[in-house]
């Protein structure tokens, strides 16, 4: 019997702490909290209606496994709690079992810690229009999904549910948490993402871009929080079909954002509704991207 779908969830007996574009929040106690990963699927920053079956579990399985693989790195926000310890009830269990874990409460840094190796998507737009990446010169004659000479750390806003991330420079991610804290940020997201990268490579996945999300502890120590390296927050191209001069297939969301770009639709909510051929190729994208990515 396949897993059921989950759009959003309403627990008995916890605190809703937060509804996110695809991440459900409640109170465990003043230390720790549950996040659930739902099925839900945004794109272009709006929050689609229809769910992509089995997203959650595999978004929570390829997180859980970067957490594990990059605590030498930084520390992050899991507690290796079970979640039989504050989820009595079996129904609810048996819903959040494998996309849902307890977390340590952490303050929430306000920016996205965003790291681009390849010229896609928005940057790809940027350079055209600037010959420069968020601001950052580069070389003249770069093609469409070119590597970058080095990984750049391009950090953005963090906009609520339904608003658009905006690019920022790193003066004012200094400015917003202070120069040190800003510093550690931009080298644990080039060391994460490069730690990645080569990791992901050796498994025909390049990760052209990612965004990280850290937040501190009680004691000012950087922490790793929310998702790393999913398809939902990185573009994965498979290494063996990779051609700078056109936009690569990809294993992420891509595919859906792709799709969207053909309709008549603004970006704005309400979105629109995904053909059912759509929803069932996004999911085997991401469960190939789980396979190859952990095995």
């Known amino acids: 019997m396949p897993a059921p779908t989950v759009y959003r969830t309403a627990l008995r007996g916890l605190e809703r702490l937060h509804e996110g574009k695809v991440r459900d929040i409640y109170a465990i106690d003043a230390q720790t909290m549950l996040i659930v990963t739902t099925d839900r699927l945004s794109a272009f920053d709006v929050v689609l209606p229809d769910p992509i079956p089995g997203k959650g579990r595999v978004l929570n399985s390829i997180s859980n496994f970067w957490f594990?693989?990059?605590?030498?790195?930084?520390?992050?926000?899991?507690?290796?709690?079970?979640?039989?310890?504050?989820?009595?009830?079996?129904?609810?269990?048996?819903?959040?079992?494998?996309?849902?874990?307890?977390?340590?409460?952490?303050?929430?840094?306000?920016?996205?810690?965003?790291?681009?190796g390849y010229l896609i998507g928005s940057g790809w737009k940027d350079y055209q229009s600037s010959g420069a990446l968020c601001g950052i010169a580069l070389p003249a004659g770069l093609a469409l999904a070119a590597q970058l000479p080095q990984p750049l750390f391009t950090p953005a806003t963090k906009a609520a549910v339904g608003a658009h991330d905006e690019n920022i420079s790193f003066s004012e991610v200094a400015a917003r948490i202070g120069p040190e804290l800003a510093t550690a940020v931009r080298n644990a997201a080039l060391a994460l993402?490069?730690?990645?990268?080569?990791?992901?490579?050796?498994?025909?996945?390049?990760?052209?871009?990612?965004k990280f999300e850290f937040g501190v502890d009680a004691a000012g120590r950087l922490t790793?929080?929310?998702?790393?390296?999913?398809?939902?927050?990185?573009?994965?191209?498979?290494?063996?079909?990779?051609?700078?001069?056109?936009?690569?297939?990809?294993?992420?969301?891509?595919?859906?954002?792709?799709?969207?770009?053909?309709l008549d639709w603004n970006k704005q909510p309400p979105g629109p509704h995904l053909p059912a051929e759509v929803i069932a190729r996004t999911s085997e994208k991401y469960q190939e991207a789980l396979a190859r990515l952990t095995s």
Do not use: C
Not at 196 to 207: D, M, Q, S, V
């Open 68 to 116: 594990r693989q990059t605590q030498h790195l930084v520390p992050n926000h899991l507690t290796g709690r079970e979640l039989a310890s504050v989820v009595t009830d079996e129904e609810e269990r048996a819903l959040l079992e494998g996309r849902a874990v307890i977390v340590r409460r952490l303050k929430a840094l306000p920016i996205e810690a965003v790291v681009r």
């Open 193 to 210: 993402y490069g730690f990645a990268a080569e990791h992901a490579r050796r498994r025909g996945i390049i990760i052209a871009d990612t």
């Open 224 to 262: 790793l929080i929310d998702e790393v390296l999913t398809p939902d927050s990185s573009r994965f191209w498979p290494a063996d079909s990779y051609r700078p001069g056109s936009s690569p297939p990809s294993f992420d969301k891509q595919f859906v954002r792709d799709y969207l770009e053909t």
